[in-house]
T-cell receptor, first 116, second 112 residues
Framework: EAQVTQNPRYLITVTGKKLTVTCSQNMNHEYMSWYRQDPGLGLRQIYY???????DKGDVPEGYKVSRKEKRNFPLILESPSPNQTSLYFC???????????????FGNGTRLTVT | RKEVEQDPGPFNVPEGATVAFNCTYSNSASQSFFWYRQDCRKEPKLLMS???SGNEDGRFTAQLNRASQYISLLIRDSKLSDSATYLC?????????????FGAGTILRVKS
């Protein structure tokens, strides 16, 4: 089954304790992206990757890191989480690259992070 | 001005009703448009792409108006299961990654 898999689904942590949220897709998509969703603000892009070893900042990259060493995996790293990073996070992938405008995004089922 | 704007609602409608949402976008160079559906606390799922000539998928019809820079979604014969948040999504071709920009969503509640 074609899917994007995120782990964990729920995570409660304390300020400053490094964490990683994993994301994996089995559709051979070049494009992958991380979003956070907060009430009233919609989905905001954190980082994206257009292919292996190619990553770029989105709209809200502060406090986050990513890596893309393999095509299927795109982990999100919070080196020193803070309470303002409490949010619902989604990973997504797509076959859209460069000028391929019409490919939609496929989302993972989300990670609800709470930082106390 | 936000890149993609939607009326947050909620739209409360009875079963069987017809309901329409609009979404405006600011970038006249945008070329790809989508409607996504999101159930509470779950991931967004593609409902339909929006094509220039308009398109229909069962009870759902999407339209694009380039001159006025808006897209619309029409739902006929509403079902209880249509209750969800509907997200309007538009590409920003001026970004290196051809970013998709999401509206904040319109809440639909269908009641019996």
């Amino acid at each position: 089954e074609a899917q994007v898999t995120q782990n964990p689904r729920y995570l409660i942590t304390v300020t400053g304790k490094k964490l990683t949220v994993t994301c994996s897709q089995n559709m051979n998509h070049e494009y992958m992206s991380w979003y956070r969703q907060d009430p009233g603000l919609g989905l905001r892009q954190i980082y994206y990757s257009m292919n292996v070893e190619v990553t770029d900042k989105g709209d809200v990259p502060e406090g986050y890191k990513v890596s893309r060493k393999e095509k299927r995996n795109f982990p999100l790293i919070l080196e020193s989480p803070s309470p303002n990073q409490t949010s619902l996070y989604f990973c997504a992938s797509s076959s859209r690259t460069g000028r391929s405008y019409n490919s939609p995004l496929h989302f993972g089922n989300g990670t609800r992070l709470t930082v106390t | 001005r936000k890149e993609v704007e939607q009326d947050p609602g909620p739209f409360n409608v009875p079963e069987g009703a017809t309901v329409a949402f609009n979404c405006t976008y600011s970038n006249s160079a945008s070329q790809s448009f989508f409607w996504y559906r999101q159930d509470c606390r779950k991931e967004p799922k593609l409902l339909m792409s929006v094509y220039s000539s308009g398109n229909e998928d069962g009870r759902f019809t999407a339209q694009l108006n380039r001159a006025s820079q808006y897209i619309s979604l029409l739902i006929r014969d509403s079902k209880l299961s249509d209750s969800a948040t509907y997200l309007c999504v538009v590409n920003d071709p001026l970004t290196r990654g051809n970013k998709l920009v999401f509206g904040a969503g319109t809440i639909l509640r269908v009641k019996s």
